[in-house]
């Protein structure tokens, strides 16, 4: 079950309508309904994995426990390290065993080591499992360093995991935000439901307009670039960045709107990152819950900036190169860190990446100026090199694509393979782009204007686009429910 299927609207529906007239008199009632919810709709995946989501919350909730009632710090951290070592341990079978064995049957290979049969399994990645896992994580870690007490209702602790909106892509939450939410009383407010609904039918038309709509061409240019000129290359690289930040955050307004719609709210998790004027910036835009979880949890306990620039460098390199290996058991996502890491170190030497903390483009102004420009126009343009790593199926294919990106330098006009006009395409992302700029001040707020025909022209648009392109038929699941 996807946000963006019939399915998932009745289930909506039909949960909605128990959680506030039926159960809304007890908090205790509305928990044990929404982890029920919560277990159902992640069990229409696969239902086996439930037991993992189990297994984790009893864990974790144990283990925070006794950290807490622990005062001896070596306890306290071995406590910790349960925590960790389970964690990582289940992520670590279920997504990188395979990685690993064929990595070490291929340096034997190079070494002149035949090794006949190998232990490679046939593991399937249970779905969510890294977001779930490093939520626990989390929770865990924020009561080794006391910045949380840990909460004696089990259940209350189990819906804050499993919560489903954003069980199985986000945002990663922490309990400090989302677990008194839960413990509380949550109120019926007409404000924020309709804001929750505005919201999803933004992340709907970013997912079913514009990132499945360019999904198609994506495939087909990255699947045939050995016959392709350099400009469909490119074409193909624009079209890929516009389809992964759409169907992503499409995703996270989804999951946000829908947590809204019972009261609880989540972190914004992307803030318009192609917007951004450094890679620094563009790091504190892109997937949130994620990049805020590696600086809080692995780049501060190294020190952070607060060392050496030697001891900084290998600090960037840490999270960067982790945050590359956590979206998948490829050397591809690797490679795809590291570059990010070589592209922040020099921004990070001067001391730039923090420069636009608390700004956006053109602040004050209507436009942005030149200088502004350039500096997004830059930063748009290596991200969306790096994507060639993140969207290719190996290194192979990455390197042999930039290869041919600079070989074949040609023009030629590229055809949809569904038959339909390109220049249809090029409008509606320019569209997206400039209404994307109107609103970049409210994250939270895609419909946000005082002109009320501004509004209707909006709404009507954004409608239009989800049902001209929606097709139940098509599987479009979303790209980060494979991390």
Request: charged letters at 15%.
């Amino acid at each position: 079950m996807v946000f963006n299927s019939l399915a998932f609207f009745l289930f909506l529906a039909i949960l909605f309508s128990l959680y506030w007239f039926a159960f809304k008199k007890s908090v205790k009632a509305q928990n044990i309904l929404i982890l029920i919810a919560s277990y159902f709709f992640y069990g229409c995946w696969d239902w086996r994995f439930l037991s993992l989501i189990l297994l984790s919350t009893i864990v974790d909730y144990f283990v925070g426990i006794q950290i807490y009632k622990t005062e001896n710090k070596i306890l306290r951290k071995r406590w910790l390290w349960v925590s960790v070592l389970f964690n990582v341990g289940l992520l670590g079978f279920f997504k990188y065993y395979n990685f690993f064995v064929d990595s070490w049957t291929d340096l034997a290979s190079a070494l002149g080591y035949t090794i006949k049969s190998t232990w490679t399994l046939s593991v399937i990645l249970p779905v969510g499992i890294s977001f779930y896992t490093f939520q626990t994580m989390s929770y865990s870690f924020d009561i080794y360093y006391k910045r949380l007490e840990p909460t004696r209702n089990f259940l209350s602790f189990a819906t804050f995991v499993s919560f489903f909106p954003q069980l199985v892509a986000g945002p990663i939450e922490r309990a400090s935000n989302l677990l008194p939410q839960i413990i509380n009383k949550r109120i019926f407010k007409d404000k924020q439901i309709i804001e929750g609904m505005k919201l999803m039918l933004w992340g709907l038309f970013k997912k079913i307009a514009i990132a499945d709509a360019l999904a198609p061409m994506v495939d087909d240019i990255f699947t045939n670039y050995a016959s392709y000129p350099a400009s469909t290359l490119v074409l193909g690289i624009c079209f890929f960045s516009f389809q992964i930040y759409c169907d992503f955050s499409g995703y996270s307004d989804i999951a946000i709107g829908t947590a809204k719609l019972f009261g609880v709210e989540l972190m914004t998790n992307f803030k318009f990152p192609y917007f951004s004027r450094n890679i620094g910036e563009f790091w504190r835009r892109w997937h949130v819950s994620l990049s805020s979880w590696f600086r809080d949890y692995i780049y501060i306990p190294l020190g952070g900036s607060r060392v050496s620039k030697l001891k900084g460098i290998r600090n960037v390199f840490v999270i960067f190169l982790v945050s590359g290996f956590w979206h998948g058991a490829n050397w591809t996502f690797i490679i795809w860190g590291a570059f990010h890491a070589l592209a922040f170190i020099p921004v990070f030497l001067m001391g730039d990446h923090t420069k636009y903390k608390n700004t956006i483009i053109a602040q004050t102004t209507l436009l942005p100026n030149l200088k502004e420009i350039g500096k997004v126009l830059l930063t748009f343009s290596f991200v969306s090199f790096s994507w060639i790593f993140f969207r290719s199926d190996s290194m192979t294919d990455a390197i042999l694509f930039i290869r041919q990106l600079f070989d074949n330098f040609s023009f030629e006009i590229y055809k949809n393979p569904l038959g339909y006009r390109m220049e249809d395409y090029f409008i509606l992302l320019l569209i997206f782009i400039v209404y994307e700029y109107l609103i970049r001040k409210t994250p939270r707020s895609p419909f946000n204007f005082n002109n009320k025909v501004l509004r209707f022209v909006s709404y009507t648009a954004v409608i239009l686009g989800i049902l001209l392109f929606y097709d139940d038929g098509i599987d479009r699941s979303f790209i980060y429910f494979q991390f």
